[in-house]
Nanobody
Framework: QVQLVESGGGSVQSGGSLTLSCAVV????????LGWFRQAPGKVREFVAR????????YVEDPVKGRFTISRDIAKNTVELQMTNLRPEDTAVYYC???????????RGQGTQVTVSS
């Protein structure tokens, strides 16, 4: 069974950096894209970034633009989210997800906690 396994979360001070990684494991799999979502306490889940399965077409949402970068390592079958200049409002559980053409963001990992203190 295919799974998305996130790693790299943690606690940092405002202005710090973290890199999240998501590995696609468990068997042959392909998707239209891989992406990252986040959910802060008491808030709805929000989309953060996406990148095409082959590595092109990267996109990040405005609140993190210029601070977050999404990248894809096809050989390792991973997707990374490099986060810099972190702010307390970036505190959330970050989820990796796979986008299927017909079913949308239908596969999601368990999430990894990111906490940014002021």
């Amino acid at each position: 069974q295919v799974q998305l396994v996130e790693s790299g979360g943690g606690s940092v001070q405002s202005g710090g950096s973290l890199t999240l990684s998501c590995a696609v494991v468990g068997g042959p799999f392909s998707a239209a894209a891989l992406g990252w979502f986040r959910q802060a306490p008491g808030k709805v889940r929000e989309f953060v970034a996406r990148i095409g399965w082959a590595g092109g077409g990267d996109y990040v949402e405005d609140p993190v633009k210029g601070r977050f970068t999404i990248s894809r390592d096809i050989a390792k079958n991973t997707v990374e989210l490099q986060m810099t200049n972190l702010r307390p409002e970036d505190t959330a559980v970050y989820y990796c997800a796979a986008q299927n053409v017909s079913t949308g963001w239908s596969l999601r990992g368990q999430g990894t906690q990111v906490t940014v203190s002021s």
